[in-house]
T-cell receptor, first 114, second 113 residues
Framework: EPEVTQTPSHQVTQMGQEVILRCVPI?????FYWYRQILGQKVEFLVS????????KSEIFDDQFSVERPDGSNFTLKIRSTKLEDSAMYFC????????????FGPGTRLTVL | DQQVKQNSPSLSVQEGRISILNCDYT??????FLWYKKYPAEGPTFLIS?????DKNEDGRFTVFLNKSAKHLSLHIVPSQPGDSAVYFC????????????FGKGTLLTVNP
């Protein structure tokens, strides 16, 4: 069964450093998403991406965040200068027709900012 | 700003009995509701959904009920099995956004053998 994959599974970084979280969506999917879950809190929407541009973003997704689809398979989330409060699980998701029920989630990357 | 609320952080049920997970929402523009299941070290997986034009949707052991006037939905699992033990997230979409899911905090369901 096709699945969304994410690397690394755990990333530890120093405050102020840049991190890039990587995702490989399901191959025929066209819509891509990032969500995050701070420990003990709800899963929060960050951004959606379609046709090589951001289609929607939340207030969390400020100038420190960027997304990119550098090639035909990867979808990345970059945090330019990490803060302690960026520590969270980051989930990538993808869907084919943009219907929310069709969003397939990856296993997540745990980001720890020290 | 908790637009989707799951007020029970945990629920423990005996195998074979019914599990009822509850969810409330505040945004009346939500028109599509979903339940996700999450095991440790995995991402959320879609379980069942319901459109706001319906009040019930059933899929095998899983049934979702929607009470729009009360802005309340519930997930029933009958009979519960130990493999159902996981965190269950309620999520909603709509209100002008086709892509964004708004999640609740989740309920940890433990089904005891």
């Amino acid at each position: 069964e096709p699945e969304v994959t994410q690397t690394p599974s755990h990333q530890v970084t120093q405050m102020g450093q840049e991190v890039i979280l990587r995702c490989v969506p399901i191959s025929n999917h066209l819509y891509f998403y990032w969500y995050r879950q701070i420990l003990g809190q709800k899963v929060e929407f960050l951004v959606s991406f379609y046709n090589n541009e951001i289609s929607e973003k939340s207030e969390i997704f400020d100038d420190q965040f960027s997304v990119e689809r550098p090639d035909g398979s990867n979808f990345t989330l970059k945090i330019r200068s990490t803060k302690l409060e960026d520590s969270a699980m980051y989930f990538c998701a993808s869907s084919d027709w943009g219907r929310v029920a069709d969003e397939f989630f990856g296993p997540g990357t745990r980001l720890t900012v020290l | 700003d908790q637009q989707v609320k799951q007020n029970s952080p945990s629920l423990s049920v005996q195998e074979g009995r019914i599990s009822i997970l509850n969810c409330d929402y505040t945004n009346s523009m939500f028109d599509y509701f979903l339940w996700y299941k999450k095991y440790p070290a995995e991402g959320p997986t879609f379980l069942i959904s319901i459109s706001s034009i319906k009040d019930k949707n059933e899929d095998g052991r899983f049934t979702v009920f929607l009470n729009k006037s009360a802005k309340h939905l519930s997930l029933h699992i009958v009979p519960s099995q130990p493999g159902d033990s996981a965190v269950y997230f309620c999520a909603a979409s709509g209100g002008g956004s086709n892509y964004k899911l708004t999640f609740g905090k989740g309920t940890l369901l433990t089904v005891n053998p």
